[in-house]
């Protein structure tokens, strides 16, 4: 994660902040003109609490931690986790692999693709689908085991 996006983060979180305790300003300290005065500077407080929780998590969701795709291809590479020779279990065959790297390259946030390779090999075909996958991926790829 870079520094930027950082403090766009905490830009938007302070901005989200700001906006709520203007609302509540508004709502529980200018109208009232009697002793609710004193609750409504308690809840101006509550409402920019509440403002920087929901502030945090927009800019959470809008500016995600991460912009590097990871797909791991381990054991050997067959077309269905079940053949010959057998994987690992729970070790994803080639079509689970191409789907994943799929997912990356739909995923907006996802820039480079960090290909895992812990493999003796396996057969063409698979491998092949494999590559062609990783190609076709809009960015980077980066392949190492």
């Known amino acids: 994660m870079t520094e930027s996006s950082d403090l766009s983060r905490v830009a938007i979180g302070f901005a989200v902040a700001a906006v709520a305790a203007v609302v509540g300003w508004i709502l529980f300290v200018l109208f009232p003109d009697s002793t609710a005065e004193l609750?409504?500077?308690?809840l101006v407080v509550l409402t920019v609490v509440v403002g920087l929780r929901i502030g945090g998590n927009v800019a959470r969701n809008l500016l995600p931690g991460y912009n590097v795709a990871e797909v791991a291809v381990e054991g050997p590479i067959t077309r269905d986790a079940g053949g010959f020779p057998p994987g690992a279990p729970g070790t994803?065959?080639?079509d689970d692999?191409?789907?994943?790297?799929?997912?990356?390259?739909?995923d907006g946030n996802a820039e480079?693709?960090?290909l895992r390779?812990?493999?003796p090999g396996g057969a063409v075909v698979p491998s092949d689908d494999i590559r062609l996958?990783?190609?076709r991926f809009d960015g980077p790829t980066v392949a190492y085991t």
Request: charged share 25%.
């Open 97 to 106: 692999v191409v789907d994943l790297i799929e997912q990356a390259d739909e």
């Open 92 to 94: 994803p065959d080639a």
């Open 117 to 119: 390779l812990d493999t």
């Open 39 to 42: 609750l409504g500077v308690v």
């Open 133 to 135: 996958a990783a190609e």
């Open 112 to 114: 480079v693709l960090l």
